[in-house]
């Protein structure tokens, strides 16, 4: 992987990550582009004790553009879009409208490949690596910056969950503090290894789900299950053999693998409904330690915590979504239509 950084006209840096070591990345942002201007703030709620991040300006952001004004593509011709390169492998840069800027955290933009009508799944083995190499590096060099805390990659995909760009591409944010649903993980960690005297529950947790009916696939380092208490209708997590904290964790082999693994899970998420069905929604992103102090969950440190990815469609069948309504969105409590057991079951029958 070769690994070149430049900026763009307004001043925000972009990250072209290539196959070949002899790419030359030397292509100048050639549009006339203000300084941006963020508004961001992380509130804290003192009757719940999470952080709100209240950001204006993404009012403002790119809507669903017709193809040939994709900003994700690269420029070519007369159109300038946020790649100034007239190709790419892999690219990352600074979100133009973020949800988290300056002492609030930052969000990035990671397009995992060129071409405007692929997805994830349509990616190669080395293609797919690349992107997780891609991962890994922004992991390590946004954990040092001093006003983050925890580093989140992920990808939304589809219409239903909000996509405002077509274009094959993740994003990762680098929050200023410890999230809540980590804090939950974390806190359950400390209560299980004091109950237990020590054991760790992820490890205990993977245990359970591999003598289980829940596997989808496993591989040699990695393994893929529907979780016992899954709050979507079809929701799969997918953990590493040998416990890390973080994507700096992972050794060649488990890097090795994962493509392999991660593609036919992807490309299973597209069969559920049948293969003449629209491309599955889905939620994809990974689960990493903190970077931050760990006082507050006693006990417990960095490498007590499991690298793993969560991968989830907010569709339950054919034509039909899961909405978060009044048990959901108002107190938190999810109602799953979809017995884990059979939506295991159905990701099995339709393996490649």
């Known amino acids: 992987m070769k690994k070149t950084s ?23 942002d050639r549009r006339p582009l203000d300084p941006t201007v963020t508004t961001s703030e992380v509130r804290r709620d003192p009757l719940l004790g999470d952080s709100v991040a209240i950001a204006s300006h993404r009012q403002g952001r790119t809507y669903h553009p017709p193809a040939d004004e994709c900003p994700l593509c690269p420029s070519q011709g007369g159109r300038l879009s946020e790649i100034p390169d007239s190709s790419y492998d892999a690219v990352v840069f600074e979100n133009r409208f973020p949800s988290l800027a ?21 990616l190669t083995e080395e ?12 992991t390590s060099e946004l954990s040092h910056l001093p006003s983050v805390e925890q580093v989140f990659c992920f990808e939304n995909r589809g219409a239903e969950i909000g996509v405002t760009l077509g274009h094959p591409h993740g994003q990762i944010y680098a929050y ?15 209560a ?9 529950l992820f490890d205990a947790v993977l245990r359970s789900e591999l003598a289980g009916e829940r596997v989808v696939l496993e591989g040699e380092h990695w393994v893929a299950f529907v979780p016992y208490a899954a709050h979507w209708p079809y929701e799969v997590h997918l ?23 991660y593609l036919e899970l992807l490309r299973r998420f597209d069969r559920i409904f049948g293969e003449n069905q629209p491309l599955t929604p889905y939620i994809s992103g990974w689960h990493q330690a903190p970077f ?55 990701l099995r029958e339709v393996a490649s």
């Open 239 to 261: 953990y590493p053999k040998r416990r890390v904290p973080d994507l700096l964790g992972l050794d060649e082999d488990a890097r090795t693998e994962f493509p392999k693994v």
């Open 127 to 138: 293609q797919a690596r690349l992107v997780l190499d891609a991962w890994t590096d922004r």
């Open 176 to 190: 200023p503090f410890t999230t809540p649903r980590t804090a939950l993980m974390l806190r359950q960690v400390a």
């Open 292 to 346: 931050g102090a760990l006082e507050e969950f006693e006990g417990v440190n960095r490498d007590d915590f499991a690298l793993h990815l969560e991968l989830f469609t907010i569709r339950r069948t054919s034509g039909k979504l899961k909405f978060l309504a009044g048990s959901e969105s108002g107190m938190n409590v999810f109602i799953n239509d979809v017995p884990p057991e059979h939506a295991a079951e159905r």
């Open 102 to 122: 300056g002492d609030s955290g930052r969000c990035e933009v990671v397009c995992f490949t060129s071409d405007h009508n692929a997805s994830f799944a349509d």
């Open 192 to 200: 299980h290894k004091e109950a237990t005297g020590g054991e760790n």
């Open 6 to 28: 430049t900026r763009l006209a307004d001043g925000r840096e972009l990250i072209y990550y290539d196959l070949r070591d002899d790419a030359v990345r030397d292509a100048v």
